[in-house]
């Protein structure tokens, strides 16, 4: 009875650590992309002011469509990554924002970007926390159970 119930224990936990890898790269791609395209803005951006020309989405979360000139003299638009229900952004509005000039389409507003820094980094560290839980459940073959010591030793 004993030794049937091993490898259903054992399919559960592998599948457990699928689960978790999956939440993972969910959260690296909702947390860690935006994360690591605010850092790269305002690090390496350019500032510049553009014009709101659209406010696109629902009732409540609005997201503004933005065009401005980058330095090579061209017009770009862009759709910032975040809504905000509690920000509003009217057509002819200019902001103040960053662009990269190796690519003009990476671009956010400044306010929208650095209000969201800490979301970002939530769901990327959350992400982690996942990531290695399903690493750690999916790991090589174990007889035992893992287990953390926090005992101090004496010297």
Same mark, same amino acid.
């Given at each position: 009875?004993?030794e049937?119930e091993?490898?259903?224990?054992?399919?559960? %936990?592998? @599948?457990? /650590? &699928? #689960? !978790?890898?999956?939440?993972?790269? +969910?959260?690296?791609?909702? =947390? $860690?992309?935006p994360?690591?395209?605010? %850092?790269? @803005?305002? /690090? &390496? #951006? !350019?500032?510049?002011?553009?014009? +709101?020309?659209?406010?696109? =989405? $629902?009732?409540?979360?609005?997201?503004? %469509?933005?065009?401005?000139?980058?330095a090579?003299?061209?017009?770009?638009?862009?759709?910032?990554?975040y =809504?905000?229900?509690?920000?509003?952004?009217? %057509?002819?509005?200019?902001?103040?924002?960053?662009?990269?000039?190796?690519?003009?389409?990476?671009?956010?507003?400044?306010?929208?970007?650095?209000?969201?820094?800490?979301?970002?980094?939530?769901?990327?560290?959350?992400?982690?926390?996942?990531?290695m839980?399903?690493?750690?459940?999916?790991?090589?073959?174990?007889?035992?159970?893992?287990?953390?010591?926090f005992?101090?030793?004496?010297?």
């Amino acid at each position: 009875m004993m030794e049937q119930e091993k490898p259903a224990k054992k399919n559960s %936990i592998k @599948l457990l /650590g &699928f #689960g !978790l890898l999956l939440g993972a790269l +969910v959260l690296f791609i909702v =947390g $860690g992309y935006p994360l690591i395209k605010q %850092i790269a @803005l305002d /690090g &390496f #951006g !350019l500032e510049v002011t553009g014009t +709101v020309v659209e406010v696109a =989405g $629902g009732d409540q979360v609005k997201t503004p %469509i933005v065009q401005f000139t980058a330095a090579d003299g061209k017009q770009y638009t862009f759709k910032s990554y975040y =809504g905000n229900k509690n920000i509003r952004f009217s %057509i002819g509005e200019d902001v103040q924002m960053r662009y990269l000039a190796l690519n003009p389409q990476i671009a956010e507003i400044n306010m929208l970007g650095r209000i969201n820094y800490f979301s970002n980094i939530e769901s990327t560290c959350i992400g982690m926390f996942l990531l290695m839980g399903g690493l750690l459940s999916l790991g090589g073959k174990r007889d035992k159970p893992l287990t953390l010591d926090f005992r101090r030793r004496k010297s």
